[in-house]
Nanobody, 126 residues
Framework: QVQLVESGGGLVQAGGSLRLSCEAS????????MAWFRQAPGKNREFVAG????????YYADSVKGRFIISRDNAKNTVYLQMNSLKPEDAAVYYC???????????????????WGQGTQVTVSS
């Protein structure tokens, strides 16, 4: 059974940092594009950052560009999201997702991702 398990969420003050991790029980993890999405109360789930299956390309939402960094460690079946200079508007449940297609660039669409984690809460106090 495929599982994506996120960790690393929590409460942080504005300007602080957090690192999220997502460990995936995918047998061919290196064949999957990976991404982080987030969903705040009353809002749609939105793309945050993605990395291709090869790790060669990353893509970020404009709202997090320059502050967040996505990376992957295929030896550990894990994808990370380093979040710096956090703002109150970054508060949301963060989800890890896996895309079975080997695209050149990460997809920003929710519909492109086949496997999802349960999410981890990030709270940013002002």
């Amino acid at each position: 059974q495929v599982q994506l398990v996120e960790s690393g969420g929590g409460l942080v003050q504005a300007g602080g940092s957090l690192r999220l991790s997502c460990e995936a029980s995918l047998p061919d993890f290196s064949d999957y594009g990976m991404a982080w999405f987030r969903q705040a109360p009353g809002k749609n789930r939105e793309f945050v950052a993605g990395v291709t299956w090869s790790g060669g390309s990353t893509y970020y939402a404009d709202s997090v560009k320059g502050r967040f960094i996505i990376s992957r460690d295929n030896a550990k079946n894990t994808v990370y999201l380093q979040m710096n200079s956090l703002k109150p508007e970054d508060a949301a449940v963060y989800y890890c997702a896996a895309d079975r297609s080997r695209t050149i660039l990460p997809s920003t669409s929710v519909n492109a991702y086949y496997y999802w984690g349960q999410g981890t809460q990030v709270t940013v106090s002002s």
